[in-house]
């Protein structure tokens, strides 16, 4: 499982996570899919109990992604301006965070992902894609290469973590 878990770090850190966090990640997390109770015992400042609704390894993965790879809001402008910061200022957006503030979410979500398709042409562009079960904020993501999703959607079966197209996934749930 730890091998499957690199990868899929690999694919949603985008670049943003050394070959050594995400060793370190996968590891750890690994461990905690494992044997909940002895990782437990281990790390006695790890904040978990079984009333969280993912299992303590998926917790382990997401509570260590950082900021830049793991998107989390409760609305689509503050998600946005905060896949925006990520980029720094080096990347162009002609969408402003502040053009969502009064959209639907289809409609906002639909321009977010036109956005992101139209960076790095040489992979596709992103998929903004939901990633786990949000605990704290309405909205949880990460951003993957268009050419990753298919693999990506394998590995989230495969080691049991939710993760869908964002956009997608919106669609189906409003039954269009």
């Known amino acids: 499982m730890k091998d499957q878990l690199a990868e899929l770090i690999t694919l949603i850190s985008s670049g943003c996570m050394t070959d050594d966090e995400i060793a370190r990640v996968a590891d750890e997390a690994a461990q905690a899919y494992a044997d909940p109770q002895a990782f437990l015992k281990a790390n006695p400042d790890i904040n978990y109990d079984d009333s969280f609704p993912i299992p303590l390894g998926e917790w382990v993965v997401v509570g260590s992604l950082p900021e830049t790879v793991l998107f989390q809001a409760d609305d689509y402008q503050t998600l946005f301006s905060e896949i925006v910061a990520s980029f720094g200022d080096s990347v162009t957006f002609v969408l402003k965070p502040k053009q969502?503030?009064?959209?639907?979410p289809l409609t906002a979500l639909n321009r977010i992902q036109v956005q992101l398709s139209s960076l790095y042409p040489e992979k596709g562009g992103y998929v903004l894609v939901d990633f786990s079960e949000p605990l704290d904020d309405e909205l949880q993501a990460v951003l993957v290469y268009t050419c990753d999703v298919p693999r990506l959607m394998e590995l989230a079966v495969e080691v049991g973590i939710y993760a869908a197209p964002?956009?997608?996934?919106?669609?189906?749930?409003?039954g269009q």
């Open 166 to 174: 964002a956009l997608e996934a919106l669609r189906q749930e409003l």
């Open 100 to 104: 969502l503030a009064r959209t639907e």
